[in-house]
């Protein structure tokens, strides 16, 4: 069984900066496509950051455009976010998701695999 462990997670002022990280327990991300996804309180979980298993491509949604950036290191089975003047708005539980397949998506019933999750909160 793959697992995903988030850590990276935290409290932030408005404009501040956390990097996320993803780890898996073996080689889940070489050639498979590899998110992030968040789910704010109240609201549905939607996508933030991908990577492409094809290509190493990166997709990222319009509100983090500019600010976030997503990276993975095969050699350590770990995929990153970085966060960059972050918003209050960006506050919610960040998860990890790995597929079986190399395609990107960004829809999270094409994910086989989750982490827990690691809570971003960002103060005004």
């Known amino acids: 069984q793959v697992l995903l462990v988030e850590s990276g997670g935290g409290l932030v002022q408005a404009g501040g900066s956390l990097r996320l990280s993803c780890t898996a327990s073996?080689?889940?991300?070489?050639?498979?496509?590899i998110a992030w996804f968040r789910q704010a309180a109240g609201s549905s979980r939607e996508f933030v950051s991908g990577?492409?298993?094809?290509?190493?491509?990166?997709y990222y949604a319009d509100s983090v455009k500019g600010r976030f950036t997503v990276s993975r290191d095969n050699a350590k089975n770990t995929l990153y976010l970085q966060m960059n003047s972050l918003r209050p708005e960006d506050t919610a539980v960040y998860y990890c998701?790995?597929?079986?397949?190399?395609?990107?998506?960004?829809?999270?019933?094409?994910?086989?695999?989750w982490g827990q999750g690691t809570q971003v909160t960002v103060s005004s």
């Open positions: 990577i492409s298993g094809m290509d190493g491509g990166t």
């Open positions: 073996g080689p889940l991300f070489r050639g498979r496509a």
């Open positions: 998701a790995g597929a079986l397949g190399s395609y990107y998506s960004a829809e999270d019933y094409r994910y086989d695999y």
